[in-house]
């Protein structure tokens, strides 16, 4: 398999070790509801890992929470709430929009606020080595140290817009050194203690910290959006480096944007919009058929318009599966014939033009058409009103294993009913711990009326039906 490399420029082999793949992607800052453009990062790189996992390697995925920002204290001001509090309640409303949109869980989900002893020990090592120095109980990391800073972005020949994003602060050396470690503004900031002073990691060093971690140095796929390879990604790459004297990632991978009616989405013009807001309007498997319908790379227009073709395409997927489906419930044994048994190879023969598409750059585009060959192949087959059992048990498995591949499978009434049983579970969990209880005891109230019993567990909330 080859994927395109930001860093390098060009299509690198993915080469592993013991046939296991360590990757991270970068996580929600969790203070509020994600929007679109977080959800094509979410589900394009959940869609690699399946590929990845479909092809046998065994995959070790983690994705952060960014628990502790200036955006969530904002926030936790603004509702009077807590940072821990802010950040509880829109992990629980990640993972309902995650689950809805068939985002498998990460292997692990470390939290920035869990993970401050490494962020810690992280930033004394650079130090130690000379690329960091401490102003005013704030910790930064000195660019001018690391002399292969720019070499992710290849900032000469971005470095105009790139610097527009830097901020000016008097008590750094360079423009471009970032904040490792920010010293506590006032009393009641959230902030943990440090060899210099009470503080708060900055954003870039959580990453860092959480890769080395939960996946040692030299990983084979660092991911994220397009956005983020400037500056927080070239600053992993240099905080890393020169930390650990190794190559941070492999590949490096970065998803194309949102623009929503061919205009950036962007609050300020009044076109950004959540997962949730889309969700209600259109199914999460729209959302997701929508997002990995073009190639992982390219900028992405979002638009009713759009949407509606998403959905009437993904119509046409799922409605093969279910036509395979009742023909097979009413099918009479028999075996295959020979003009089967070569629909069948057909339909492999295509099976390997997908494989080949996902192994050239990950093309999610060209292998969703190989997909729509498969079911043209079949629904012509099936217009013989005497196809065998055989053929049909053969050509729902080899189908269905495609549509649970991308995860746009036919959703049993079942399997709905769960996930939303799951979601409210979720959210009693995250009113138990803003201490809602009101809430939490009505939510136990409309499970029960379902027949759904919840019992708390020293491992979290199970539930079963009665």
């Not at 959800?39 to 628990?67: H, P, W």
């Not at 930033?123 to 992710?152: C, P, Q, R």
């Not at 959006?225 to 070239?234: I, K, R, S, V």
């Not at 209880?437 to 708390?456: F, P, T």
């Amino acid at each position: 398999m080859k994927l395109y490399n930001t860093l390098t420029r060009q299509k690198d082999e993915l080469v592993v070790k013991d046939n296991t793949v360590r990757m991270y992607v970068c996580g929600p800052t969790v203070y509020n509801y994600f929007h679109i453009g977080n959800a094509r990062v979410f589900v394009v790189f959940d869609m690699l890992r399946r590929y990845l996992e479909y092809r046998g390697y065994k995959v070790i995925f983690v994705q952060n929470f960014t628990d502790v920002d200036d955006k969530l204290i904002k926030r936790a001001a603004e509702e009077n709430s807590t940072v821990p509090q802010i950040a509880e309640k829109y992990i629980s409303e990640y993972f309902k929009d995650a689950q809805g949109l068939g985002i498998k869980p990460a292997t692990f989900h470390p939290r920035a606020t869990e993970t401050v002893g490494e962020i810690i020990a992280m930033v004394e090592k650079l130090i130690e080595n000379g690329h960091a120095y401490v102003s005013g109980g704030d910790v930064y990391f000195d660019t001018e140290s690391y002399k292969a800073y720019g070499k992710l972005s290849h900032r000469d020949t971005e470095q105009q817009e790139a610097g527009a994003r830097i901020e000016v602060n008097e008590d750094k050396k360079n423009s471009y050194d970032f904040a490792l470690w920010k010293a506590q503004k006032e009393d009641s900031e959230i902030a943990w203690e440090s060899p210099w002073g009470a503080g708060r990691p900055g954003w870039h060093i959580e990453c860092s910290a959480m890769v080395y971690k939960f996946l040692g140095t030299e990983i084979d796929i660092h991911g994220g959006g397009q956005d983020l390879t400037f500056p927080h990604h070239e600053n992993e790459v240099a905080q890393t480096e020169c930390a650990t004297g190794k190559c941070l990632a492999k590949i490096w991978m970065h998803n194309g944007y949102i623009n929503v009616d061919n205009k950036k989405m962007s609050k300020s013009l009044g076109n950004f919009f959540t997962v949730r807001d889309v969700a209600e309007k259109y199914d999460y498997q729209v959302i997701r058929y929508f997002l990995l319908s073009p190639h992982y790379r390219s900028p992405v227009n979002y638009s009713a318009e759009i949407l509606e073709q998403a959905k009437g395409s993904l119509e046409r997927l799922q409605n093969c599966e279910e036509n395979l489906n009742f023909r097979l419930k009413n099918a009479l044994a028999g075996a295959l014939t020979e003009t089967e048994t070569a629909t069948l190879a057909a339909i492999d023969k295509k099976t390997e033009e997908m494989n080949a598409a996902m192994d050239d750059d990950f093309n999610t585009a060209d292998a969703i058409s190989c997909v729509f060959e498969v079911a043209k192949i079949i629904n012509t087959a099936l217009v013989d009103t005497n196809v065998s059992k055989a053929f049909l048990e053969s050509a729902y498995a080899k189908y269905h294993s495609l549509l649970v591949l991308f995860g746009l499978e036919v959703q049993s009434k079942e399997q709905g009913d769960e996930a939303e049983i799951e979601a409210l579970v979720g959210e009693r969990t995250a009113a138990k711990k803003e201490k809602n209880y009101a809430r939490a005891d009505e939510i136990r109230a409309m499970l029960a009326e379902r027949g759904i019993v919840i019992e708390d567990t020293p491992q979290g909330p199970k539930w079963k039906r009665t």
